[in-house]
T-cell receptor
């Protein structure tokens, strides 16, 4: 099925560094979602974006819905060890079959204390 | 957001047997979904569980292999039938809640031996 292009695939950073990851699509979306998945758990919603150009923060996390509606990025500032996990983006269209979530392949983040 | 209880959290099953996974939500939700996540992979939608009618399956998934029940607005089950080692995955229940995007259960880690 359709998937989003999510990059980078993995990151290994030092504690305190900032992190940036992004997703792009060939399709236009009405909603962008960013999730984090810890080992042995289901994905947990971090940020939801509903409007082109929207910039939303959740603590040290900031995400933006691209103006073209075909991309989104997630930034994490001042990383800490508990930021370790896999981050997924997901896009959603407007109606009918397009409302199914389309998922990125994930960005695996490792933080060196 | 909705709270999801998914059982069992993990199981090891013999090939040829079946396993039923339960998903209980603490509030009534319209949309419930079942996903599969193979090791190191992103999420793949299996089907949408429809209350009072047959589930809607995605391409590559069939009712005989993955029968789904949805007797009410807070509960659903997914059965993985006639299991083979290729069915070893994490199975996730998800619901869509207004203004909260999609919430996931903690998943069922299935190993088929």
């Amino acid at each position: 099925g359709q998937q989003l292009n999510q990059s980078p695939q993995s990151m290994f950073i030092q504690e305190g560094e900032d992190v940036s990851m992004n997703c792009t699509s060939s399709s236009i979306f009405n909603t962008w979602l960013w999730y984090k998945q810890d080992p042995g758990e289901g994905p947990v919603l971090l940020i939801a974006l509903y409007k082109a150009g929207e910039l939303t923060s959740n603590g040290r996390l900031t995400a933006q819905f691209g103006i073209t509606r075909k991309d989104s990025f997630l930034n994490i500032s001042a990383s800490i060890p508990s930021d370790v996990g896999i981050y997924f983006c997901a896009g959603q269209g407007s109606a009918g079959n397009n409302r199914k979530l389309i998922w990125g392949l994930g960005t695996s983040l490792a933080v060196n204390p | 957001s909705a709270v999801i209880s998914q059982k069992p959290s993990r199981d090891i099953c013999q090939r040829g047997t079946s396993l039923t996974i339960q998903c209980q939500v603490d509030s009534q939700v319209t949309m419930m979904f079942w996903y599969r996540q193979q090791p190191g992979q992103s999420l793949t939608l299996i089907a949408t569980a429809n209350q009072g009618s047959e589930a809607t399956y995605e391409s590559g998934f069939v009712i005989d292999k993955f029968p789904i029940s949805r007797p009410n607005l807070t509960f659903s089950t997914l059965t993985v039938s006639n299991m083979s080692p290729e069915d070893s995955s994490i199975y996730l229940c998800s619901v869509e809640a207004l203004n909260y995007g999609y919430t996931f259960g903690s998943g069922t880690r299935l190993t088929v031996v």
